[in-house]
């Protein structure tokens, strides 16, 4: 079984590509300065973002605070909704399928949510 700290180091290693991918970007748009490369620049930092957001819809799924009940969200709810880390771990604030209350759901990831 995988521990937090595997998935911790994995979406660190995941955000630190992403933004090197933006960094390198933006020294070749800065040097290029057209209209094209300013469009393949924004393509690119799109197709990361849903890469990322892709990847993490796939590997998390949360539990409600209130009831417990394990459940996941699509891509777009994980991309727009509000999220954080705190001392007991990350956490998005969604609205549980189960209970109907809106809290700040603990994450878990999907190989966990199973074994449960």
Same mark, same amino acid.
Not at 68 to 86: A, C, K, M, T
């Given at each position: ?51 990322? /957001? ?8 949360? @539990? *409600?605070? !209130? #009831? +417990?009940?394990?459940?996941?969200? %699509? ?9 954080? /880390? ?8 969604? @609205? *549980?399928? !189960? #209970? +109907?209350?809106?809290?700040?759901? %603990? ?10």
């Amino acid at each position: 079984m995988k521990t937090m700290g595997y998935y911790w180091r994995k979406t660190v290693l995941y955000l630190l590509v992403f933004i090197t991918i933006i960094i390198i970007g933006s020294v070749i748009f800065s040097t290029y300065r057209s209209v094209f490369s300013l469009i393949v620049y924004g393509l690119v930092v799109l197709g990361g973002l849903f890469i990322l /957001v892709n990847w993490h819809a796939r590997t998390f799924a949360y @539990r *409600c605070a !209130d #009831c +417990g009940y394990e459940f996941e969200v %699509s891509i777009w709810r994980d991309l727009i909704s509000p999220h954080g /880390v705190d001392k007991k771990g990350g956490w998005k604030y969604l @609205r *549980c399928p !189960d #209970c +109907g209350r809106w809290m700040k759901a %603990s994450l878990l990831p999907k190989e966990r949510a199973q074994e449960i």
